[in-house]
Each structure stands twice: as C-alpha cells, then as structure tokens.
C-alpha cells in the first residue's frame, strides 16, 4: 500500500482561473477527507464522504468549491473562479470506518497569483 | 467540538524525552485524546490516541491525567526527525462527528 497520494503537489494559477485537485486514498478505505491549511495555521476541515456520499461540508467551503467521490475511490476537488485567498495547501486524508484513524497525503499546494 | 490548550513551542535535546502537556478542562465523556504531528513539508501524521488509561505504541505513550481534564504525550528519547509540529485534538472516535479539529499545535525543536 502506498499511502494516500495528491496530484498535482503544485498548482501556480492565475486569479479567476478554475483548479482542480485530485485525492487517491488508501484502498479499502471508505472515509475520504478534505482539509485546507495556510500557512502557520493548523489544518482546517472542507468536507468529507463516506463512501460516494458527501456527509458533511463545512461554512469554509463556498460556492465556488465543489468536491466529488463518483465511484467511492478517488475524490477531486474543484474550486471556480480562484480568488487569492485560495492560496493554500489542500489536504487528503482517508480512513476506514472501524478505526477512523486518519491518514494523510502530502497535500497540493495551490498558489493563486 | 471541545478546545484543546498547548504552549506554542518547546525544545528538546537528541535523545532525551520530550514530555508535551495539553490541557483540555472542558473534555466531554466521549472524547477521545487524539495526537498527530505534522513534520515540514508533509501531511500530518497519526501519533497516539487514548481515552482514559495510558497508552503505549512504537512512536510515543499517552498519559492521562485521571480527571481527564490534561494529557501528555511522550517521546522517550528524541530524534532530529521528531522536530514537528504536534497536535493534540479531541473527538468522538467514529461516528458521524469525526472530522479533526486542529488548533496551532505546539512546535518541538530538537537540538543535536
């Protein structure tokens, strides 16, 4: 098992520009995580899904974002219209049910310029 | 979700233990104490978790205060790798309410 992986690791966009970022989790995993975290601060909670199903989004998590699980495997993570406010570093994490010890990716790190 | 307390840094020396308190006086029955830490340029990591005894794996052991209103997490002999940022954050272990609520945590510098 490899872990949980996140492509792209880098994203440099421009401001209104649309990103999307990808989540593989650990297989067998059904709980499938979202944080964001900026710089100094500790990470915060986006959403999560169990599953395919999307069970609890945050107020952090406007409009603009979008978050998806089509198949209960991988997840993306869109976010429209970027804003340099976005700039930050986006993180996975997947966990099994039993336990829901969470493991994290490396995280992509989005800059907005 | 219940607050956690920790200091914002501490420092250590290689291969001596670190002791990092957390104070968390408004912990509910089924909170569980959960410590992650996360090294630079990396997602964090799971470290210990416990609810009221003491708890021992291969990273770290968990001691609870019996009043379970503090805890401490122990590195028994640290290493320049342990030099992170470690959380401390409290949760109902599963359940429809388990997402991670992280504070600033407290940043451990090891000295060589």
């Known amino acids: 098992d490899t872990g949980v992986s996140q492509n792209p690791r880098h994203k440099i966009t421009k401001r209104g520009q649309n990103v999307t970022f990808r989540c593989d989790p650990i297989?067998?995993?059904?709980?499938l995580y979202w944080y964001r975290q900026t710089l100094g601060q500790g990470p915060e909670f986006l959403t999560y899904?169990?599953?395919?199903?999307?069970?609890?989004k945050s107020r952090l998590l406007s409009d603009r974002f979008s978050a998806e699980r089509p198949k209960g495997s991988f997840s993306t993570l869109e976010i429209q219209r970027t804003e340099q406010g976005d700039s930050a570093m986006y993180l996975c994490?997947?966990?099994?049910?039993?336990?829901?010890?969470?493991?994290f990716g490396p995280g992509t790190r989005l800059t907005v310029l | 979700d219940a607050k956690t307390t920790q200091p914002n840094s501490m420092e250590s020396n290689e291969e001596e233990p670190v002791h990092l308190p957390c104070n968390h006086s408004?912990?509910?029955?089924?909170?569980?104490i959960h410590w992650y830490r996360q090294l630079p340029s990396q997602g964090p990591e799971y470290v210990i978790h416990?609810?009221?005894s003491n708890v021992n794996n291969r990273m770290a052991s968990l001691a609870i205060a019996e009043d379970r209103k503090s805890s401490t997490l122990i590195l028994h002999r640290a290493t320049l790798r342990d030099a992170a940022v470690y959380y401390c954050?409290?949760?109902?272990?599963?359940?429809?309410?388990?997402?991670?609520?992280f504070g600033k945590g407290i940043t451990l510098s090891v000295r060589p």
């Open positions: 416990g609810l009221t």
């Open positions: 408004t912990i509910s029955g089924t909170d569980y």
């Open positions: 994490a997947s966990s099994e049910l039993i336990t829901d010890t969470q493991y």
């Open positions: 954050i409290l949760r109902v272990l599963t359940g429809a309410n388990s997402k991670l609520t």
């Open positions: 899904f169990q599953n395919e199903a999307q069970l609890e």
């Open positions: 297989s067998e995993h059904n709980r």
